[in-house]
């Protein structure tokens, strides 16, 4: 079956810093990629996704490419503010949607 | 009203209640879920309905009690639970079910539940 893995954390940064999450995968076939994101108190929010090797999904700053040659799919933003401290948890759909464990990110003004 | 709706927000109930958490959807899926969010856990996957079918149960305990009547609505019905129970639940749809919900699943924002 699929599986995630995702970095542990918890991750603190400065405002303005660089942010990398990495998030491997296992699946069969050709599955689709996402990101969700957590903030307090709410449910997950669909952040970005990518269908295919080489897609390059992206919304509101953050960035994540499908590498089916290394099974990954980190996220990254290049300068992250407080509003982004969150939960952010990586998936794969192929049979059916796998989540990873979360990676808490808490942004320091 | 759009997207994933959850009812109650929070419940507080005793061992012995019986009570149901209820989702609705806006969006005109056809598939819907319910997951369990416990602190410090991984996202658990409970039940999985398509079309009003169940489709999956992985291996919930009888005092969770799942009811799909439409494509829009998803009840959990909940009665002799545990402590350990308390957590967040989460409510999910999406267009076609597993490797075909291409776009994705949408979350409702939970129901916070303590089982004192």
């Known amino acids: 079956g699929n599986s995630v893995t995702q970095m542990e954390g918890p991750v603190t940064l400065s405002e303005e810093a660089f942010l990398t999450i990495n998030c491997t995968y296992t699946?069969?076939?050709?599955?689709?990629l996402f990101w969700y994101v957590q903030y307090p108190g709410e449910g997950l929010q669909l952040l970005l996704k990518a269908t295919k090797a080489d897609d390059k999904g992206s919304n509101k700053g953050f960035e994540a490419t499908y590498r089916k040659e290394t099974t990954s799919f980190h996220l990254e933003k290049g300068s992250v503010q407080v509003s982004d401290s969150a939960v952010y948890f990586c998936a794969v759909n192929d049979y059916k949607l796998s989540f990873g464990a979360g990676t808490t990110v808490t942004v320091r003004a | 009203e759009t997207g994933v709706t959850q009812t109650p927000r929070h419940l507080v109930m005793g061992m012995t209640n019986k009570k149901s958490l209820k989702c609705e959807q806006h969006?005109?899926?056809?598939?819907m879920y319910w997951y369990k969010q416990s602190a410090k856990k991984p996202l658990e996957l409970m039940f999985v309905?398509?079309?009003?079918?169940?489709?999956e149960n992985n291996s919930v305990p009888s005092r969770f009690s799942p009811e799909c009547p439409n494509s829009s609505h998803l009840f959990l019905h909940l009665h002799t639970l545990q402590p350990e129970d308390s957590a967040l639940y989460l409510c999910a749809s999406s267009q076609g079910i597993a490797g075909k919900a291409n776009y994705g699943y949408t979350f409702g924002s939970g129901t916070r539940l303590t089982v004192v």
């Open positions: 699946a069969t076939g050709y599955p689709s």
């Open positions: 309905y398509s079309l009003e079918e169940r489709v």
């Open positions: 969006l005109g899926h056809n598939a």
